[in-house]
């Protein structure tokens, strides 16, 4: 079996009730899920074993105007990480049509409109909130410096990407960002025609499995040789394997890291009802 990297920035699944007719054509898949919920790796493991063309979520290498910003915001941190965010929204403003907006964003049904809610299929991926929290305080991509108490970074308001992430204009706490995003992919769930929230732990427990079952409830044919991605597919993460994913998410290492004082906080805001619901457990 062969391993490709590649680089690109018990068993649950949820999803519609009603069956799929695989289809043997290449078909639009749009995948949306939070920072740190392993986007680039399912993106990556869709283009390499399904037969469905894997629709952009972040800004295109070549785009002109990013990729000053992002110099500028290099010899001017703050007004220049504000232009660089400007030009990241006014590149999914110019091509919602083409990607259906950025892969963090709150999925917006209306904006995506009927045509695609009845052919694009759509794969949403959520991670256990408590870890989830934890890699955004590890990485805290689009929200500003990495606090230096993970108990001050779950009380504080986070920047909200107000016209591509969709989910208001009031800075919100992680724990906040958390419920809504998953209440999102509900609702984008119930309206599609086509839609599957899976857990990044899924795939982690069996990326075949999951993959297959990812691209029956979908109605996307699958690759006859399935191709693992097998390693980290962000620069970062080269030296991390899967396995290394496996041990500490499914072993729960990450558990070692929550402090009382920070369970009392996520505690008091989470939602606990959609955390039963994905089969997470309230700690």
């Known amino acids: 079996m062969q391993a490709i990297q590649i680089r690109r920035g018990n068993f649950s699944v949820f999803m519609r009730s009603s069956q799929s007719v695989i289809s043997t054509k290449e078909i639009a898949l749009k995948i949306y899920g939070e920072r740190n919920t392993g986007t680039n790796y399912l993106?990556?493991?869709a283009e390499l074993n399904l037969c469905a063309k894997v629709l952009p979520g972040r800004v295109?290498?070549?785009?002109?105007?990013?990729?000053?910003?992002?110099?500028?915001?290099?010899?001017?941190?703050?007004?220049?990480?504000?232009?660089?965010?400007?030009?990241?929204?006014?590149?999914?403003?110019a091509t919602f049509s083409d990607n259906l907006g950025w892969k963090h964003m709150n999925p917006n049904p209306?904006?995506?409109?009927?045509?695609?809610?009845?052919?694009?299929r759509f794969l949403m991926v959520i991670k256990n909130p408590y870890a989830w929290l934890l890699s955004l305080h590890q990485r805290p991509y689009h929200v500003g410096v990495r606090d230096?108490?993970?108990?001050?970074?779950?009380?504080?308001?986070?920047p909200v990407m107000e016209q591509r992430e969709n989910i208001g204009s009031d800075a919100l706490t992680a724990?906040?960002?958390?419920?809504?995003?998953?209440?999102?992919?509900i609702q984008l769930q119930d309206v599609a025609s086509h839609a599957v929230i899976m857990r990044y732990?899924?795939?982690?427990?069996?990326?075949?499995?999951?993959?297959?079952?990812?691209?029956t409830k979908l109605g996307i044919a699958i690759r006859d040789r399935h191709i693992?991605?097998?390693?980290?597919?962000?620069?970062?993460?080269?030296?991390?394997?899967?396995?290394?994913?496996?041990?500490?998410y499914l072993k729960e290492r990450w558990r070692e890291r929550?402090?009382?004082?920070?369970?009392?906080?996520?505690?008091?805001?989470?939602?606990?009802?959609?955390?039963?619901?994905?089969s997470y457990q309230v700690i």
Request: aromatic fraction near 10%; avoid cysteine; charge should be negative.
């Open 60 to 93: 295109a290498d070549n785009d002109m105007l990013t990729q000053v910003t992002r110099r500028l915001s290099r010899y001017l941190p703050h007004l220049g990480r504000k232009w660089h965010e400007a030009a990241r929204d006014r590149f999914f403003e």
């Open 43 to 45: 993106a990556a493991l």
């Open 228 to 248: 693992p991605v097998s390693e980290g597919v962000k620069q970062a993460d080269t030296k991390i394997s899967h396995s290394d994913y496996a041990s500490y």
């Open 201 to 215: 732990e899924d795939f982690l427990v069996d990326e075949i499995t999951a993959l297959h079952t990812v691209a």
């Open 258 to 278: 929550l402090s009382p004082e920070a369970l009392g906080i996520i505690n008091s805001s989470l939602d606990q009802e959609a955390v039963k619901q994905f």
């Open 175 to 185: 724990i906040e960002v958390w419920n809504r995003k998953v209440q999102g992919y």
């Open 110 to 120: 209306a904006r995506i409109g009927q045509e695609a809610l009845a052919s694009v």
């Open 148 to 158: 230096g108490s993970f108990e001050h970074f779950l009380t504080r308001r986070l």
